[in-house]
């Protein structure tokens, strides 16, 4: 059985473990993931690539899953969350949201494999590696964007677009969302929180009210 080695503790990369080692490694893992995704990480292949022995894995993680994780914590690292830059002056509200979902996103475009790994490692153990690491790089431009809105207003964009994002993925990881669809559906959802929206709630509205007085048998 692969999964676990009794007794080990997690060790990867940046928590004391030989980071020659640890590097050749994860990259291997995140070549598979790249290439062949989630299921197709099996330990002994990753030996064979990385020219360690099985032992040696699991000295320095603790579990398949583990390093799975730290994998994908390299590739976020890299390729979604570096150099995020913060606002320009004149950006609006709505572009200066979605370019932060673009720069996350698009690499996931590109490497639909990898979103479907990010998915699969943050439903289980240690997802808050990957929830505190996604609040480290995007919180503060975030943060940058919406600067000097009323603090309720920034906690409801937060609460909704977090809760809206998450939703997508996991849509695209059970097959019932292609992924070219993440990106649209965000900027409707975007819109619709920095819009002024009431010309169209107080249509809905009036036509609500306007039904209710039909009278009995009218027609649509």
Same mark, same amino acid.
């Given at each position: ?5 009794? #007794? ?7 928590? #004391?473990g030989?980071?020659?080692?640890? %590097?050749?490694i994860?990259d ?8 062949? #995704?989630? /299921? ?9 690539r990385?020219?360690?022995? =099985?032992? &040696? ?10 390093l ?5 914590e ?8 570096? +150099? ?5 002056? /004149?950006?609006?509200?709505? +572009?200066?949201l ?18 479907? *790994?990010?998915?699969?490692?943050? &439903?289980g153990?240690?997802?808050?590696r990957l929830?505190l690491q996604?609040?480290n *790089?995007?919180?503060?431009v *975030?943060?940058?964007v919406?600067?000097?809105a /009323?603090p *309720?207003?920034? %906690?409801?964009?937060? $609460? ?7 939703? =997508?993925? #996991?849509?695209?990881? /059970?097959?019932?969302l ?6 649209p559906? $965000?900027?409707?959802a975007?819109?619709r929180l920095?819009a ?13 009210r306007?039904g =209710? ?8």
């Amino acid at each position: 059985m692969e999964e676990v080695r009794q #007794g080990s503790q997690p060790r990867g990369p940046g928590s #004391g473990g030989p980071s020659r080692t640890g %590097d050749a490694i994860v990259d291997v893992v995140v070549e598979i993931l790249e290439s062949d #995704g989630y /299921d197709a990480v099996a330990l002994r292949e990753v030996a064979r690539r990385a020219h360690v022995s =099985l032992a &040696t894995i699991y000295k320095m993680f603790a579990t398949r899953h583990e390093l799975i994780l730290t994998a994908v914590e390299r590739w976020m690292a890299t390729n979604c969350y570096a +150099d995020l830059a913060a606002p320009a002056a /004149d950006e609006s509200l709505h +572009d200066g949201l979605m370019r932060v979902f673009r720069y996350v996103f698009e690499p996931w475009v590109r490497s639909p494999r990898m979103l479907e *790994a990010f998915h699969r490692a943050r &439903t289980g153990p240690g997802r808050d590696r990957l929830d505190l690491q996604g609040l480290n *790089a995007i919180e503060p431009v *975030a943060r940058a964007v919406l600067a000097g809105a /009323d603090p *309720a207003y920034v %906690d409801d964009v937060d $609460l909704v677009l977090t809760n809206v994002s998450h939703a =997508l993925i #996991g849509r695209f990881a /059970d097959g019932a969302l292609p992924i070219t669809a993440i990106l649209p559906t $965000l900027e409707r959802a975007v819109f619709r929180l920095v819009a002024d929206n009431e010309p169209e709630a107080g249509a809905a509205v009036r036509a609500r009210r306007s039904g =209710l007085r039909r009278p009995a048998g009218a027609g649509p």
